[in-house]
Structures are given as structure tokens and as C-alpha cells.
């Protein structure tokens, strides 16, 4: 991820860095564990990288707590049940056999990373309300790599404790590295 972004890119940018972010090799992978494992949201943690990547901010346990209720109708009504969907249809071998079922399946899918954007946009939205005018890029200057780094770190351990969970270290490695720089 580039960290020379400023004030005027940060808007609408959430969606495209986390499919860039998404994209980095290995990361999808650590991510989803995160998911299954430890129930976290990998909506929160791309949207955590991207508030520290464009405003060296961390979350705190507040503002975990309020972009999680922002998010967990949607989540829970809408994603939620769409990815299920998906993984049947992916897991029942004997259906997939079936090409009109793999169609489904891609619909299901398309579909679910529509709501994922909706999520996305209102976490966005959740944090312009938040930090409209905090963190170097408001300022229109770029953010610090080393900066941006310390700010996930906290909002990574203040979500590993929101979730009860340990969150693998090779995630947060992997998080902090892919950042502030391209894949």
C-alpha cells in the first residue's frame, strides 16, 4: 500500500485497499483462519490496517464496539447467511458435479461481496464520523510507515481482547508488512 496518500484519497478508498490488501499472497488464508478460528470479521481487521495505512489511528475498544453494532445486522442477516450458502455449495462435492450449481455458487458469491462493500462502506462511514479530522492524510500529508505499524499493533491487541480471543502472530505480521507497501 502506498503511504502517500492524502486528505482528498482517503474518501471512498476503503473498498480498494482492502481488495489490494485481500490480494497480498498468504494474507486471505490468515485471514479467513482469523475468521473461523477466533470469529473475528475480516472486515474489521482490513478496516483497522486501513484506518492506520490513511490515518495512523488505532481503534480503541469503543470505537471497536461501535463499528462492530454499525455492522453485526448486516453482518449477521445478510453476509453472514450468504457465506454459508457459499461454502455448502462449495463443500457438497456431489452437487458441484452439477455446472448449473457452480453457477449458483458464483452468483451467491457476487452477491456476497456486494453486502461485504455495504459493510465496508458503512465502516467507512463509521470512521469519517469518527476521525473526519484526525491523522496525518486529513492533514494531507503522508502517513509514517512506523506511525501507521503502531497504530495497528494497538487496534490488533484491542481486538484480539473484543473477541477473546489470540489472534495469530503471522497475521499481524503479515498485516503490518503489507501495510503501508504494495504486495
Known sequence: MSSSR?????AGTFWPYSLELYGCPGLPEL?????????ADVNLLLWMCWLAATRAVSAEPADLQGADAAIAQLRAEVVMPL???RRALKRNT?????????AVRQKV??????????VQLTLEGYAG????SMGPAADGEAVDPERARGALG???????S?????LDPQLEERLSTSLCIPC
Open 6 to 10: 492524502d486528505a482528498s484519497d482517503t
Open 31 to 39: 485471514l479467513i483462519a482469523a475468521q473461523d478460528d477466533c470469529g
Open 83 to 85: 457465506r454459508d450458502v
Open 94 to 102: 456431489r452437487w458441484m458435479a452439477r455446472a448449473d450449481l457452480e
Open 109 to 118: 458469491k457476487s452477491s456476497e461481496l456486494d453486502a461485504e462493500r455495504v
Open 129 to 132: 464520523s469518527r476521525w473526519s
Open 154 to 160: 494497538r487496534s490488533l491487541a484491542n481486538y484480539a
Open 162 to 166: 473484543f473477541l477473546g480471543c489470540r
